[in-house]
């Protein structure tokens, strides 16, 4: 029977076109990573309820049917994370980039921010960057919920629209296949 962190696993490597890395991280020879992409560093956190960036995420888009990014801004951190569904992610990546070209807010998607000093990813988010900056990889938590639709991306700000990139490449490669099978 197939465990429950493994299916969270694939589902994230396979939005990015990529597989699951086969032995935990790592173990395999390949990469630390929980997948085998070749650029990106997918960390997958699965619970069976509740992430608590997640709470805050829902409590930030009640009323709104936009793209809803958390932005979480920490005191000892250089960047800020981003927060967003996995099919949202094209649309906050783009308009974060028009936003940093114009220096004005992000049009297009709800927007809200929370300043805490402690998060419980944090310690996740800190061994998956450093294990990323050894491999070269640009990092990126997957939060995966039981019984849920999809999964939330969390990533600095900076790395939005390198990782929608990846998650496009993918896309067309899925279609170019599709295309041979036909």
């Known amino acids: 029977m197939d465990r429950m962190w493994k299916k969270a696993e694939r589902k994230t490597s396979r939005f990015f076109g990529t597989r699951r890395n086969p032995l935990s991280g790592e173990n395999s020879g390949h990469s630390s990573s ?3 992409h070749p650029r990106l560093f997918i960390e997958t956190k699965r619970k069976k309820a509740g992430h608590s960036v997640v709470k805050w995420w ?13 932005v979480l801004s920490l ?3 250089e960047s800020c994370w981003c927060l967003c569904r996995s099919e ?12 940093r ?6 049009c297009l998607i709800r927007v809200r921010s929370i300043e805490r000093k402690r998060l419980s990813l944090t310690s996740w988010w800190d ?16 939060l995966v919920e039981g019984g849920r639709r999809g ?9 939005l629209l390198r990782i929608a990139i990846e998650h496009a490449r993918a896309g067309w490669r899925d279609k170019k296949d599709e295309e041979k099978v036909a």
């Open 88 to 99: 949202d992610l094209s649309r906050v990546a783009l308009a974060f980039f028009k936003a």
């Open 75 to 77: 005191n000892d951190r």
């Open 127 to 142: 061994k998956a960057e450093r294990l990323a900056r050894a491999e070269s990889k640009t990092p990126l938590l997957a």
């Open 58 to 70: 829902e409590r930030a888009r009640t009323g709104t049917k936009l793209p809803t990014v958390l």
């Open 101 to 106: 070209l114009t220096g004005q807010r992000p």
């Open 34 to 36: 929980d997948s085998l």
């Open 151 to 159: 999964f939330w991306l969390l990533a600095r700000e900076s790395h």
